[in-house]
């Protein structure tokens, strides 16, 4: 059975501290590993990832998959309040998608 | 970015009546369409796999005939909640994957059956 785990599952940090969230993932037939951010209703896309060692980036956060370890991390620096949500870890497979349980990040000013 | 539509964004029933919630990609072909719910704090839990014109795949422990899935076009999918009870009332969402993301979602629909 497929499966994707996030940790940590819930962290609370001071704006302009720097994050990094794990994910870990099993997922037969890998085709991608997505991350989304999440506030009160749906998901927002981050990043699809689908090489290995290869940084995506956007403005402050950035992540990175290892297909050999079967592990992504979502970096976000400078961290803001607005940052506060859950984030989403997703394996993609040729047929479904796998979510994380997701890590909800909390910034207080 | 590629836009999913979902709609309603918030719907009440009555128990025991049926609502169709419908999912449009409105700019890219979505050959697959995925169904979520999501129970509050909790992340989401697939429902079904829908396939332009065949019948939608479901997920173990989800009911077919109560959860009635139908992906008619590449850019429409809807889901039928029949007979809905109180237990039914949930956040759902679709998502369609398209060449170049897996997925995008629809804004969600929070459905509460009194």
């Known amino acids: 059975e497929d499966k994707v785990v996030q940790s940590p599952l819930s962290l609370v940090v001071h704006e302009g501290d720097t994050v990094t969230l794990n994910c870990s993932y099993e997922v037969t037939n890998f085709r991608s590993l997505l991350w989304y951010k999440q506030e009160k209703k749906a998901p927002t896309f981050l990043f699809m990832l689908?090489?290995?060692?290869i940084e995506k980036k956007s403005g402050r956060l950035s992540s990175i998959l290892d297909k050999k370890e079967l592990f992504s991390i979502l970096n976000i620096t400078a961290t803001q309040t607005g940052d506060s949500a859950v984030y989403l870890c997703?394996?993609?497979?040729?047929?479904?998608?796998?979510f994380g349980k997701g890590t909800l990040l909390t910034v207080n000013p | 970015g590629a836009v999913v539509s979902q709609h309603p964004s918030r719907v009440i029933c009555k128990s025991g009546t049926s609502v169709k919630i419908e999912c449009r990609s409105l700019?890219?072909?979505?050959?697959?369409m995925f169904w979520y719910r999501q129970f509050p704090k909790q992340s989401l839990m697939l429902m079904a796999t829908s396939n332009e014109g065949s019948k939608a795949t479901y997920e173990q422990g989800v009911e077919k005939d109560k959860f009635l899935i139908n992906h008619a076009s590449l850019t429409l999918s809807t889901l039928t909640v029949t007979s809905a009870h109180p237990e039914d009332s949930s956040f759902y969402i679709c998502?369609?994957?398209?060449?170049?993301?897996?997925?995008?979602f629809g804004q969600g629909t929070r459905l509460t059956v009194v």
């Open positions: 700019d890219f072909q979505a050959t697959t």
């Open positions: 689908t090489s290995s060692g």
């Open positions: 998502s369609a994957r398209d060449s170049g993301v897996d997925a995008f």
């Open positions: 997703v394996g993609g497979s040729n047929y479904k998608l796998t």
